[in-house]
């Protein structure tokens, strides 16, 4: 059983670049969710994928942009890329059951912006 | 605002003796707690989950929670070097904590 991949692993860019960032979720799971996660810091939720849709947000700006397939994978884009987008970019995937989420974190995708 | 906070430590412990990890969260309406385990350098690796008032083991972890106290912890016993990693608090999966770090030492 698969769990949930990311690609790529590592990334550099220079500022005012856009990025895309993918995920794949664990087999049978249809949510995805998009975290930061800087240096010494706890993960900070971007926002979540259900049916296609964003169906919750995080303080993050516009500039933060996702996308659900049909297949329940996703992808993250970023824009005009600011140095203090450098960090580690996590996705986890979930099935919600019984009212209960439990989520799952692929490997992750360090972004490092120049 | 949903805040989760936790002590960051670094938390040392001999090998083989209880860790303790704690987090107090402040939404009331939470219903469902988790602790992570991550690995420098690598992603949040799930240890526990919890949704109901008390304890809940699964091998050497237990984990608490008083939701009228707005806490939950988590207990490592026979602590091992293995065990040194950064743990993270969750709540209704969406809020982390800035997570504690817990160094075991041989």
């Known amino acids: 059983d698969a769990g949930v991949t990311q690609s790529p692993t590592h990334l550099i860019k220079t500022r005012g670049q856009q990025v895309t960032l993918r995920c794949s979720p664990k087999?049978?799971?249809?949510?995805v969710s998009w975290y930061q996660q800087a240096l010494g810091q706890g993960p900070q939720f971007i926002f979540q994928y259900y049916e296609e849709e964003e169906r919750q947000r995080g303080n993050f700006p516009d500039r933060f942009s996702g996308h659900q397939f049909p297949n329940y994978s996703s992808e993250l884009n970023v824009n005009a890329l600011l140095l203090g987008d450098s960090a580690l970019y996590l996705c986890?995937?979930?099935?919600?059951?019984?009212?209960?989420?439990?989520?799952?974190f692929g490997p992750g995708t360090r972004l490092l912006v120049l | 605002q949903k805040e989760v906070e936790q002590n960051s430590g670094p938390l040392s412990v001999p090998e083989g003796a209880i860790a303790s990890l704690n987090c107090t969260y402040s939404d009331r309406g939470s219903q469902s707690f988790f602790w992570y385990r991550q690995y420098s350098g690598k992603s949040p690796e799930l240890i526990m989950s919890i949704y109901s008032n008390g304890d809940k083991e699964d091998g050497r972890f237990t984990a608490q929670l008083n939701k009228a106290s707005q806490y939950v912890s988590l207990l490592i016993r026979d602590s091992q070097p293995s065990d040194s990693a950064t743990y993270l608090c969750a709540v209704s999966p969406l809020v982390f904590g800035k997570g504690t770090r817990l160094s075991v030492i041989a």
């Open positions: 087999s049978g799971h249809d949510t």
């Open positions: 986890a995937s979930s099935l919600v059951v019984w009212g209960q989420e439990t989520q799952y």
